[in-house]
């Protein structure tokens, strides 16, 4: 596969408009070249310990109207630019007794949050690699599922999978049954196109299992296809991306998600990656060449008539987007997460069971306990700063629902930030709406940053440039609590 003629070239000049060193001048982008994603506000490292008492006096109202959440920590190997918690204890009878507790955990999240009916707007099954059961441990895990969470009102069922997983006599089965059981979006991940790129990544499989998986998941008329692509590993340049991009948009798939490479960790758990790039920082690509990559992302997508209908996720239109993401970033909606190291937000309380071992969450529910072992009761200003820095990031702050959520009016509390943010072409403002220009979308993570609390920030002040929109400088005497 070849790259187009000139797409590399409108690529750098995409970029150059975007002026990512005006911006770094300005104190948006830390001067330490580091990312960090605003996936969770506040952001999960920064929960202090409790147990499940946190959630003694809520009072939950949205069994109808929630996410859930089922992770799978199980993967046949560790990647190494992986920070999630999983398990590489995958025989039948360690997947049976990861899914006995499972079901414990389904039950008692149910009556401890007032029993009756359960019936989430979206589900996902996340993980680890949770098509790494094996058919009859699949089986039953859907059929724990269905029984106990209504799928009436679920507009999306999506299930994370592995390429290697959904190929062979095993892999049709379980593509099979997931259909049968009303799975109607896959999320797979692929991650690279390129053999010597996944070798070094770790990853099981390579690329051509990669496109057989795809070919039997659109055979398995599964109704929607995404794959994760990352780029910026070491090893990856902009051609070589760009050629992995074409190949992938050339097959069947119906959505992707465009992953910067993640060294600094979201959660708890510090991947290899971390360790490499500390020994040996010149093997990964320069900041200008991953922001190359990300420009190619949308060149190459939208020439192929993929557009980015919500952050990061380029599709064939909007229902091909992830509804997990959509409805807990962008409508704020609770989410329920069930199994090791998930996490919940309901209404006020947000908690994170145990991510340490599987021992230890199984000695939890054992012991007759939700497995949480962190969690905070948000503050008003923490949800103010949320129903901003999420939104933004992922499409655009509503005002009406802003108001709803908060008691105030966006304005009136972020009038200032969004003027400046204004001035540098980063944001743009309608009567219904706050949203990110094309420049601010590109850099939707840093920019979302600007609603942060500073004592939530990843990085210090210094790490910054002192300019106007240095996050810590920029937020911390401006927001009015109203
Ligand atoms: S990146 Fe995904 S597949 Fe790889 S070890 Fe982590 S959870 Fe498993």
């Not at 499989?205 to 994760?228: F, N, P």
Request: charged share 25%; aromatic share 10%.
């Amino acid at each position: 596969m070849k790259v187009r003629q000139g797409t590399l070239d409108q690529a750098r000049s995409l970029l150059a408009s975007f002026d990512p060193d005006g911006l770094k001048d300005a104190g948006l982008l830390p001067r330490n070249d580091l990312f960090f994603p605003s996936i969770y506000y506040p952001p999960l490292t920064q929960y202090p310990e409790r147990d499940d008492s946190i959630l003694d006096g809520l009072e939950w109202m949205n069994r109808d109207r929630f996410i859930l959440y089922v992770h799978i920590p199980q993967c046949p190997s560790r990647c190494n630019y992986c920070h999630w918690v999983v398990s590489l204890q995958n025989s039948p009878a360690e997947m049976d007794a990861y899914l006995d507790r499972l079901e414990v955990e389904m039950d008692r999240w149910k009556s401890r949050l007032g029993g009756g009916r359960f019936a989430p707007r979206s589900i996902l099954i996340g993980g680890g690699t949770p098509t790494l059961l094996p058919p009859k441990q699949m089986r039953r895990f859907l059929e724990m599922l269905t029984s106990r969470f209504e799928l009436a009102d679920c507009r999306q069922f999506s299930v994370e999978a592995e390429p290697a997983t959904l190929l062979g006599a095993d892999g049709a089965e379980r593509l099979k049954l997931l259909s049968s059981f009303g799975v109607d979006r896959i999320s797979m991940g692929v991650q690279s196109l390129d053999d010597g790129v996944l070798e070094r990544m770790g990853r099981p499989h390579d690329a051509r299992q990669a496109l057989d998986a795809i070919e039997a998941i659109k055979t398995a008329g599964i109704g929607s296809l995404s794959i994760d692509l990352i780029y910026g590993f070491p090893g990856c340049t902009a051609e070589t991306w760009a050629v992995a991009l074409e190949s992938a948009l050339a097959t069947g798939i119906d959505a992707y998600q465009l992953y910067r490479l993640r060294i600094v960790p979201h959660g708890d758990k510090v991947g290899p990656v971390k360790v490499q790039y500390e020994r040996q920082p010149e093997a990964f690509p320069s900041l200008a060449d991953v922001y190359l990559m990300k420009a190619l992302g949308k060149v190459v997508s939208e020439a192929r008539g993929f557009k980015e209908n919500f952050r990061r996720i380029y599709s064939r239109g909007p229902s091909h987007i992830s509804y997990y993401l959509r409805d807990y970033g962008c409508r704020l909606y609770d989410v329920l997460g069930i199994g090791i190291s998930s996490w919940s937000n309901l209404g006020d309380r947000t908690v994170l069971n145990t991510g340490s071992t599987l021992k230890r969450y199984y000695s939890m529910i054992d012991d007759g306990r939700l497995p949480i072992d962190r969690g905070l009761i948000q503050t008003r200003e923490d949800r103010q700063r949320k129903s901003a820095v999420l939104p933004i990031k992922t499409y655009g702050i509503s005002k009406e629902r802003y108001r709803q959520f908060c008691g105030s009016e966006f304005r009136d509390v972020y009038g200032e930030r969004v003027r400046e943010l204004e001035r540098f072409g980063l944001v743009e403002e309608s009567d219904l709406c706050v949203s990110l220009t094309e420049r601010g979308g590109f850099f939707a993570d840093e920019v979302a940053m600007q609603f942060y609390d500073p004592a939530r920030l990843p990085f210090g002040k210094n790490s910054y440039a002192d300019g106007p929109l240095n996050p810590h400088r920029a937020v911390s005497n401006r927001l009015v609590v109203g």
